[in-house]
Nanobody, 123 residues
Framework: QVRLVESGGGLVQAGDSLRLSCAAS????????MGWFRRAPGKEREFVAAISWSGGTRSYADSVKARFTISRDNARNTVNLQMNSLKPEDTAVYYCALRWGTTLSTTDDYPYWGQGTQVTVSS
């Protein structure tokens, strides 16, 4: 089994930055893709970013491109999401997710999910 725990959420003002982290534990052997998703109040969960095992391939939602950066540290089994120039519309619960293999996915076909961390951006 795999366990994912997010951290780093909080309440910030528009234009501020936040860095989310996700730590994976348990059966984290082999190559896996890590992703970040978010669910805003009253909306469906949506893709934010994903990163390949090597870190050489990254994918971003258009709404966060050039503002958010995903990175990972395989030695520590962690994935981070650096969020800059935050906007009120970025307010959501952010989830990290893990799927085995090397193919990035921007859909929510990840078998493992964290419990989420709240990000609130005030205007």
């Amino acid at each position: 089994q795999v366990r994912l725990v997010e951290s780093g959420g909080g309440l910030v003002q528009a234009g501020d930055s936040l860095r989310l982290s996700c730590a994976a534990s348990g059966r984290t052997f082999g190559h896996y893709v890590m992703g970040w998703f978010r669910r805003a109040p009253g909306k469906e969960r949506e893709f934010v970013a994903a990163i390949s095992w090597s870190g050489g391939t990254r994918s971003y939602a258009d709404s966060v491109k050039a503002r958010f950066t995903i990175s990972r540290d395989n030695a520590r089994n962690t994935v981070n999401l650096q969020m800059n120039s935050l906007k009120p519309e970025d307010t959501a619960v952010y989830y990290c997710a893990l799927r085995w293999g090397t193919t990035l996915s921007t859909t929510d076909d990840y078998p493992y999910w964290g419990q989420g961390t709240q990000v609130t951006v005030s205007s």
